[in-house]
Every structure is written in structure tokens, then in C-alpha cells.
């Protein structure tokens, strides 16, 4: 190796990417199960999907309560003693509630998954829902709540969804303080009852895989009462605030704004989706993008703007996100719309786009090295009721996208006009 000599920079759009391809079972009792078995590390991500989140919930924060309870006390252990289980075997269980769905993770060493896999399953199958953990479960959301309403961040987190999809959407409804007081625990039985102990479910394992894995999946899970037939997702009715701007005073002390600006944009079944992803990226998707070199390197306004694309199994939205000084808050959007004029008009340079495309590229490439993170992947994929088609039609239009193409898309999505504007102080 001749070291004088610098190495020939390859650059990663023109890598061939792969995403490794997951194992399909079937429990005794339908249960579909999702695996990639790989990696050098002795150790294991399993994620239990159910189709449990606050789409299905007749009452507010029930949801969100059932699931992070079915942790804190089973017939014969209490919360003390099912995490000092996990613990013991160096196990660590979490539970997460989203709109559609709610998870039950578990990651373990492989060695350990056998002894912890029963836990699991009694957590799921023997919850009890006392009232001493629902009341400490209610003091602390409660708290925690109210801590949070006092953020600006926060806040305007909480309004700008209500407003793109209503207050009564699963994506744009929030609980407060009266919502928590009135869980109950029969409430939260119901819930169970309906969704976890006869709801649907999915499973994704990832990791270095015992060679019985899925014997000892079905031995544990496999008798479950869970509904054979999938649960459809109810799909809401967007009912969007009639208004566009908001500014609303939360702390007459504020000495900044937080700025968020939103606009209704197509689900990944689109076909705009993919080629909007690169605009997305180019505009202010990561830390090069336009929006972060205008307003943060240039102008000063803040620390750090971000746009986005929300990853939702339903409707879904193209979101701004920063927090600005109060004094230059108006200016900052000012600025946003001014770059949303710039992809309107003017064409994308080549050199421009190339460093785009390498780094979205590049960032794929980081997103499959590991098996949790290839699982995660399809685990988007598959929820999203998409195939890997989908995967290689992404990189394939990040590769390829045109700038005429980009110009149009920021002709039909881009436009302030279409956006909901809120500045929360």
C-alpha cells in the first residue's frame, strides 16, 4: 500500500444495497412471526406488536395506561418482583403505546430468552391492574403532565396535530389531567380483555437466534386467545381546524418561540412519497439541508429546524420543527417560506443533490448494520402493509430522481398556503 497515495472516494449511491430477507412462522394459534436471524453478539430484540394504541380506545389515556400496567402486577408477582425477574437474567422488558399499535419488547441474552419468555407471557395472559399501581401510574402521568404543559415544546407538539387532523383524531386527540383522574381500573380490564387477552398480534425477533427459537415461541405463546382474524385499524375522519395561524401565549416570560408548521401530505402508499423524501431531505432533513444553513448558519435564529415527514399508518403530514428567539420568530417563518419559494423556482443543482442522494444512501447503509436494525426496517415495512419492493423502489428513486422532478413536487406539496402555522411562547 502506497500511503502517499490517497484511496479512490467511492461515493454510496453507488453502493448495491440488500436488506437482508426475515424468516416467516406461524404460532399454533396464528400468531405471524417475523425473524432475522443474525449477528455476532449473543443477544435478542423481541418485539410484541398488538393492535392496541389509542385509535381503539373509547375513553382518553386508557390506551396508554393498559398497556404500561400489564408490567406492574400479575396473580403471583408484583412490579417489584417482575423486574427484579428481567433483571436477575439481564433482561430488560419496555412497553410503548402508539396510535394503532402497542409493543411489548424484550431484549435478552440468548442464552437467558428461555427463562424470560414465561415471564412474558404471564404479564400478557395474568395482569391484574390493582389500584395501588393504577394510582401511582395516575400521580405520576399526572405530574409529569403537568411539568411538560409548562414547556413551549411541548405544547406546540400537542396543538399542531389537533389542528391538521382534529381534536377528535386519534392522531391530534391528547389527554389531560381530568382524562388521567378518570382511568379506572375496570376500564383498563375491558381494554385488556378486548385487545390484548382476544386482540391481534404480531411478533418480530431479531438476533442471534437459539436454534428451537420458534418451538420455544410457540410452547409460550402459542396458546394465546388471540382473534385468528386481523383487527382492522378503524380509520378516523380528518376534521382540520378551519384557521391557519396560531400564536398562543403559554409563558408570558418566554424569552423564545417553538414554531411548528404542518401541512396534510399522502401515507407511503402514495406514489409522491418516495420522491418526496428526498425533497424532505434536501429542504431540511438533515443538518446540511436548506432550512439549517439559511436559518441557523446564516441568519442565527436558532439552534437547530428540522423537517419531516410523520410515519403514520394513516393520514400523515410534512412537518417544520424549530424553536427561535420570541424577537425573530415571524422572520424564521418568513425564512422557511422563503426556501419553499427557492424549491418552487429555482432547479436543484447536481452537486447539491449528489451530496443528498450519498447521504441518504449513506444513511440506509447505517439503518442495516445490525439485526435489530434490519427488523426495524421491515417491521416498518409489514405494518405499513408494504413489501420489500418498497425498499428497493426507495433507494432506487433517491438514486435516480430527477431535479425537474423535485421542482414539480415542491410546486404541488410546498406552499405556504397549505400549511398550518403556530408559534407557542
Given at each position: 500500500?502506497?500511503?502517499?497515495?490517497a484511496?479512490t472516494?467511492?461515493?454510496?449511491i453507488?453502493?448495491?444495497?440488500h436488506l437482508?430477507?426475515y424468516?416467516?412462522?406461524?404460532?399454533d394459534n396464528?400468531?405471524s412471526?417475523y425473524?432475522?436471524?443474525a449477528g455476532?453478539?449473543e443477544?435478542?430484540?423481541?418485539?410484541?406488536?398488538f393492535?392496541?394504541?389509542?385509535?381503539f380506545?373509547q375513553?382518553?389515556?386508557i390506551?396508554?395506561?393498559t398497556?404500561?400496567?400489564l408490567k406492574?402486577?400479575?396473580?403471583?408477582?408484583?412490579a417489584?418482583?417482575?423486574?427484579?425477574?428481567f433483571?436477575?437474567?439481564?433482561?430488560?422488558?419496555?412497553?410503548?403505546?402508539?396510535?394503532?399499535?402497542?409493543?411489548i419488547s424484550l431484549?435478552?441474552?440468548?442464552?437467558h430468552?428461555?427463562k424470560l419468555?414465561?415471564?412474558?407471557?404471564?404479564m400478557?395472559t395474568?395482569s391484574?391492574?390493582?389500584?395501588?399501581?393504577?394510582?401511582v401510574?395516575?400521580?405520576?402521568a399526572?405530574?409529569?403532565l403537568?411539568v411538560?404543559l409548562?414547556?413551549?415544546?411541548?405544547v406546540a407538539?400537542?396543538?399542531?396535530?389537533?389542528?391538521?387532523?382534529g381534536?377528535?383524531?386519534?392522531?391530534?386527540v391528547?389527554t389531560n389531567?381530568?382524562d388521567i383522574?378518570?382511568?379506572?381500573t375496570?376500564?383498563?380490564k375491558?381494554?385488556?380483555e378486548?385487545?390484548?387477552l382476544?386482540g391481534?398480534?404480531?411478533?418480530f425477533?431479531?438476533?442471534?437466534?437459539p436454534?428451537q427459537?420458534?418451538n420455544e415461541?410457540n410452547?409460550v405463546?402459542?396458546?394465546?386467545?388471540?382473534?385468528?382474524?386481523s383487527?382492522?385499524?378503524?380509520?378516523?375522519?380528518?376534521?382540520?381546524?378551519?384557521?391557519?395561524?396560531y400564536?398562543?401565549?403559554n409563558?408570558?416570560?418566554?424569552?423564545q418561540?417553538?414554531?411548528r408548521?404542518?401541512?396534510?401530505?399522502?401515507?407511503?402508499h402514495?406514489?409522491?412519497?418516495?420522491?418526496?423524501?428526498?425533497?424532505?431531505?434536501?429542504?431540511?432533513?438533515f443538518?446540511?439541508?436548506?432550512?439549517m444553513?439559511?436559518?441557523?448558519?446564516?441568519?442565527g435564529?436558532?439552534y437547530?429546524?428540522?423537517?419531516?415527514?410523520?410515519?403514520?399508518?394513516?393520514q400523515t403530514?410534512?412537518?417544520?420543527?424549530?424553536?427561535?428567539?420570541k424577537?425573530v420568530?415571524?422572520?424564521?417563518?418568513?425564512?422557511?417560506?422563503?426556501?419553499?419559494?427557492?424549491?418552487r423556482?429555482?432547479?436543484?443543482?447536481?452537486?447539491?443533490?449528489?451530496?443528498?442522494?450519498?447521504?441518504?444512501?449513506?444513511?440506509?447503509l447505517?439503518?442495516?448494520?445490525?439485526?435489530?436494525?434490519?427488523?426495524?426496517?421491515?417491521?416498518?415495512?409489514?405494518l405499513?402493509?408494504?413489501?420489500?419492493t418498497?425498499?428497493y423502489?426507495?433507494?432506487?428513486?433517491i438514486?435516480?430522481?430527477?431535479?425537474?422532478?423535485l421542482?414539480?413536487l415542491?410546486?404541488k406539496y410546498?406552499?405556504?398556503?397549505k400549511?398550518?402555522e403556530?408559534?407557542?411562547?
Amino acid at each position: 500500500m502506497n500511503r502517499k497515495i490517497a484511496p479512490t472516494i467511492k461515493d454510496a449511491i453507488d453502493y448495491t444495497l440488500h436488506l437482508k430477507p426475515y424468516e416467516y412462522s406461524k404460532l399454533d394459534n396464528g400468531i405471524s412471526v417475523y425473524t432475522v436471524n443474525a449477528g455476532a453478539q449473543e443477544v435478542i430484540q423481541l418485539e410484541i406488536v398488538f393492535y392496541a394504541g389509542n385509535s381503539f380506545e373509547q375513553q382518553r389515556g386508557i390506551a396508554a395506561a393498559t398497556n404500561f400496567l400489564l408490567k406492574n402486577g400479575t396473580s403471583t408477582k408484583t412490579a417489584l418482583q417482575i423486574n427484579e425477574a428481567f433483571e436477575y437474567y439481564g433482561g430488560y422488558c419496555n412497553r410503548v403505546c402508539y396510535n394503532e399499535t402497542a409493543v411489548i419488547s424484550l431484549h435478552s441474552l440468548t442464552k437467558h430468552v428461555n427463562k424470560l419468555l414465561p415471564i412474558l407471557n404471564e404479564m400478557l395472559t395474568d395482569s391484574i391492574f390493582s389500584e395501588e399501581e393504577l394510582k401511582v401510574y395516575k400521580q405520576n402521568a399526572q405530574q409529569r403532565l403537568k411539568v411538560n404543559l409548562q414547556k413551549a415544546e411541548f405544547v406546540a407538539g400537542r396543538l399542531i396535530d389537533s389542528y391538521v387532523y382534529g381534536e377528535q383524531h386519534p392522531y391530534g386527540v391528547y389527554t389531560n389531567p381530568l382524562d388521567i383522574e378518570n382511568i379506572t381500573t375496570d376500564a383498563c380490564k375491558q381494554f385488556y380483555e378486548k385487545y390484548y387477552l382476544n386482540g391481534s398480534c404480531i411478533i418480530f425477533a431479531a438476533g442471534n437466534l437459539p436454534a428451537q427459537f420458534i418451538n420455544e415461541l410457540n410452547a409460550v405463546f402459542g396458546k394465546l386467545h388471540v382473534n385468528k382474524t386481523s383487527i382492522k385499524v378503524p380509520l378516523a375522519d380528518v376534521f382540520p381546524a378551519v384557521e391557519k395561524k396560531y400564536r398562543i401565549e403559554n409563558d408570558p416570560n418566554a424569552v423564545q418561540g417553538a414554531i411548528r408548521l404542518a401541512s396534510p401530505f399522502p401515507n407511503r402508499h402514495h406514489p409522491d412519497f418516495k420522491k418526496a423524501m428526498v425533497l424532505n431531505t434536501l429542504f431540511g432533513g438533515f443538518f446540511g439541508a436548506r432550512l439549517m444553513s439559511n436559518i441557523r448558519e446564516d441568519k442565527g435564529y436558532t439552534y437547530g429546524i428540522y423537517s419531516y415527514i410523520q410515519n403514520h399508518l394513516q393520514q400523515t403530514a410534512w412537518m417544520v420543527s424549530t424553536e427561535a428567539g420570541k424577537d425573530v420568530s415571524e422572520a424564521t417563518i418568513e425564512e422557511v417560506y422563503k426556501e419553499m419559494k427557492r424549491l418552487r423556482e429555482e432547479k436543484i443543482g447536481e452537486e447539491e443533490l449528489l451530496l443528498v442522494r450519498n447521504y441518504m444512501i449513506g444513511g440506509i447503509l447505517g439503518d442495516l448494520d445490525g439485526p435489530f436494525q434490519i427488523m426495524a426496517k421491515w417491521k416498518n415495512i409489514i405494518l405499513n402493509n408494504l413489501d420489500e419492493t418498497y425498499f428497493y423502489d426507495s433507494v432506487n428513486e433517491i438514486k435516480t430522481v430527477s431535479a425537474d422532478a423535485l421542482m414539480e413536487l415542491a410546486n404541488k406539496y410546498l406552499l405556504p398556503e397549505k400549511f398550518y402555522e403556530l408559534v407557542v411562547y
